[in-house]
Structures are given as C-alpha cells and as structure tokens.
C-alpha cells in the first residue's frame, strides 16, 4: 500500500455511528421544538441550508459522539504508515471541524457550506480535484457515496445492508466491508418491552369491580396492546431526544441509538409505525379509547420535549400517566372506576417517581445535576419527604376504602383489607429505602419485578384480597 496515497473517511455512518443532521434536528426538538420544527419544513428543500442552521439551534456533544471501533483502527493504521487522513463529509463544515478537533488528529477536514452540499458527485469532484482519479482511499457508508468510490483507489463501506452491496456491485465498484449492520434485535430493545408491564394497570378497575367477564378482558387485551405499541413509539422518541444525557450516563450510554448501535432513521420508522399501530387499536375500541390515547400521546411528548426537565414537574407527570392507564383500562372496558382507585393510584406513582430520582442522585457521581434533569444531591431530602408523604397518602386511602360502602359491597372480610395495607406501606417504604440508599435499579420498574421480597408482598397482598371478595 502507498504510504503516499490519503485515507478519506466520511463522517455520518462512517466515523461516527450516527448522523449529525438527526443529531440537531433532536437535540433540537428537545431544547426548542417550535424553532426546530419550523427551520425543518422552510428548509427542507434547502440541505446545506437546513445542515446549518439545525446546528445553530442545537449542536450536540461532540466529544460524546459514538465512534465506529473499526473505522477507528483504519485510520490509527493509516497514520502509523505516515498516510495523510482526511475527514470530508456532508455535514456542515462548523460540526466538521469540531469532531476533527475532537476526535483527530486529521491532515484535512472539510464540510458542507449553506450553498454547496458536499455529498455524491460534489464531493467525488472535491476529492478528484485534491488527489487526482484513483488517489485516494475512500471510507463510507451510503449509495450517496457511491459516486466517491468509482473515483477511489480502494473502497470501504461500513456496515452495509445487502441491499446497498448489490447497488455497489452493480455500479461496478468492489468495496471492502467494514462491520456489522444493525439486527433486529438492537431495535426490539428500543421498544424497551419490560415497560409494557407497566400497562397491566389496565386491568385494575376490571379486578377492583370483580369482572373478569371475556367481553370486558379481551377489550383491556386490546387496549394494552394499544397503550404498548404507543408507549414504545415515545419511549423511541424520548431516547433521541435525550441523546447526550444518555451518553454521560452510567447504564444508558449503552441504549441503541445512544450506542449507535441503532440508525436514527431507523428509530425514526419504527416509532411512527408504532404510533399509528397504536391509534388504530384505540379507534378500533372506539372514539372515547381513541381520545385517551390521544391524550396520553400528546402528555408523553410534552414530557419528552421539555417537561422531563422541569424539576416537581416531571415526576407529577409520571404519576398522571400512570393513572392514565387506569383511566384507559376503565374505558376500554366500559366499567365506571371508582375515585377510591385514582385516589390511591396517583400517590403510589408519584412516590415512585420520586424514588427514580432518589436512585439516580444517589448513584451519580457528580454534585451537578443530572443530565438531562434539574435535580441535584441537595433535592434529595425534597424528594424523600415527598415520597414518604405520596406513601402515607396511598396507605391512608386504600384504609379509608376499606371502611366504605364501596368495599363492603364487594368484600366479606374487612381485615384482608387492613392487612394489605400494612403490606402496602411495608412495600411502599421497602421501595423508597431502596431508592434513597442507591440499591434499585434505574427503573423502579425493573426492581419491583426483579426484588423476591417485594414480590412476595405483592403476591401475599393478592391472595389476601383474593380471600377477603365476597
């Protein structure tokens, strides 16, 4: 190999295992979705454009950038051989020259101005005018790379699909595959499945008004069904707008598309499909499922967006999508869900909420606030004292239910009652000792279905009431 013939690398999907232009476009819809929203459709036919003025709005982090392994060890290959390396991209050349200041050295680095796009047949003539036909070595990712190695020397192509082979092939080129493309796998675990057990909430009014007819179960089926494709597509969502949080972060810098192990675009695809999967099911169970669903969509992205960020804010929301779900099964269902159960469900999730953020404060090992939200270790007594008192409130509730009309109709034996409670409150402060002294999981979730002991408490509080109904 001549040590005299340059290393030409791109940057999106080459270098780096992600794409900048998606990367502003959503840390901007998660700093300032109104403006980002607005350049994206007056520019839309304008890329360079657009290119630029996303990364006026939002740049992310670029020293937290996923790197290709692969890519990398090319080019520390290329540089022992005393090879020039040149990064040339279509991105806009300001993002350009802060990922080679990064993440270089580089001999070159060069990108997009808000007039010339510097990608497919610009970008070949580019590098023919530097290094004249065949004099250079190209490293890439795309068909829009395609014109770039016919000019090429020796061709690289990272991670390709079998689809973007045959297109290689059959425009004469033979590249040198680099890495593995994306699974199936990766994208299942961005729908993040272990949260759908959060939509089992659906089947509480069912079970509070003792119903388990096969009309009303199938309808509550459905509805989780709904609720879990919805709740993937925004978990989907939430995940690209919190992309540089996510990489600082001590468990979910290993996310799919934190990781870049997952495309953009793909996360992209898959939340609308999820999301309209969704909505359908709900206008299937009918206009007022339908309306739900609409509600909990728009909650979610607003929690997405911005109101994760605001401090008491995003951890009442938690509790109020919760309660959502209950709201939903209710519906779905056609039973009317007495307060007693909204009354006590909303405590239980927002002490929940509170002990996620315990957990977080209690594990991060910096005194600022958390990435991505407006906690700091000095809110920590805040949230314990809000925790416990959301818990007293819950264990108040359900006692005030046993002594009603309501549960007298529905159980023989009051005590069974009053001894869920205290598995309640035992329970509830297990959970919160958990969080406040840092031994949960990040997910309360997670410990709850994982924890022998508390599970055991919920077991034992279920045969109870199964032995106290009438």
Known sequence: MAPDVPLVVDLDGTLIRT??????????????????????????????????????????????????????????????????????????????????????????AEGSD???????????????????????????DSAADIPVWQKARRAYVVRPTARLEARIAAAGVTAEPLGDVWTARGLASAFRPHQWLKNLLLLLPLIAAHRLDAEGLVAVLLGMVAFSALASSIYIVNDLTDLDADRVHETKRYRPFAAGVLPIKVGMAASL?????????????????????????????????????????DVSMLAALYTLRVVAGAVAAGVVASGW????????????????????????????????RRYQRADRADLLNVAIVAALCAVGVFVAYSLSDTAARLYDRVWALWAVAALLGAWLARMIWTGWTGRQDYDPIIFAITDRIGLAMILASTALLWFGAS
Do not use: Q
């Open 19 to 108: 794409d900048l232009l998606l990367e502003c476009f959503w840390k901007g819809m998660g700093t300032d979705p109104v403006r980002t929203v607005a350049t994206s459709l007056r520019l839309l036919h304008d890329r360079p454009a657009l290119k630029a003025a996303l990364a006026e709005i939002a740049e992310p982090d670029i020293s937290a950038l996923p790197l290709d392994p692969v890519v990398a060890e090319l080019i520390r290959g290329a540089r022992a051989d005393g090879r020039e390396v040149a990064l040339i991209s279509g991105s806009t050349h300001r993002l350009v020259a802060h990922v080679a200041a990064e993440h270089g050295p580089f001999d070159r």
């Open 114 to 140: 808000r007039t010339t796009n510097l990608t497919r047949a610009a970008k070949a003539a580019r590098l023919e005018k530097l290094y004249g036909d065949r004099g250079y070595d190209y490293v890439g």
């Open 341 to 372: 159960l909204f009354g006590f469900i909303f405590p239980v999730f927002l002490g929940l909420g509170c002990v996620k953020r315990l957990t977080e404060l209690a594990r991060a090992p910096e005194t600022g606030f958390l990435p991505g």
């Open 273 to 313: 499909g999820l999301g309209v999967t969704g909505l359908v099911i709900g206008a299937f169970l009918g206009p007022w499922m339908l309306a739900v669903l609409l509600v909990y969509l728009a909650a979610t992205l607003s929690y997405s967006m911005h109101l994760k960020r605001v401090r008491w804010v």
